[in-house]
């Protein structure tokens, strides 16, 4: 079975910078396309960046294009989303998914069907 545990949230002011950490384990890690996504109060949940296998090729929200950055290390079965000029929007859970047939193709929560806990990110 998948599991998943995001880590490196917490509050932040606007203009500053946190990096996500998922934990992987109980799954062959490698062969999995990896992704984040976020959940506001009282909104849909919405992909954030998604990445292939190997690393090769992401894909991006146009929200956060340019500001985060999602990388994987495969050898130590760990996703991070390096988040920088934070606004007050990006405020919600983040969540790592993972999932097998779209990679970075796709930031559709259907597409994903294993998630982490989530971590809060709070920008004031």
């Known amino acids: 079975h998948v599991q998943l545990v995001e880590s490196g949230g917490g509050p932040v002011q606007a203009g500053g910078s946190l990096r996500l950490s998922c934990a992987s384990s109980?799954?062959?890690?490698?062969?999995?396309?990896m992704g984040w996504f976020r959940q506001a109060p009282g909104k849909e949940r919405e992909g954030v960046a998604a990445?292939?296998?190997?690393?090769?090729?992401?894909l991006y929200a146009d929200s956060v294009w340019g500001r985060f950055t999602i990388s994987r290390d495969n050898a130590k079965n760990m996703l991070y989303l390096q988040m920088d000029s934070l606004k007050p929007d990006d405020t919600a859970v983040y969540y790592c998914?993972?999932?097998?047939?779209?990679?970075?193709?796709?930031?559709?929560?259907?597409?994903?069907?294993?998630w982490g806990q989530g971590t809060q990110v709070t920008v004031s």
């Open positions: 998914a993972a999932g097998r047939t779209t990679c970075a193709s796709s930031l559709s929560v259907t597409d994903f069907p294993y």
């Open positions: 990445i292939s296998t190997r690393g090769g090729s992401t």
């Open positions: 109980g799954y062959t890690y490698s062969i999995y396309c």
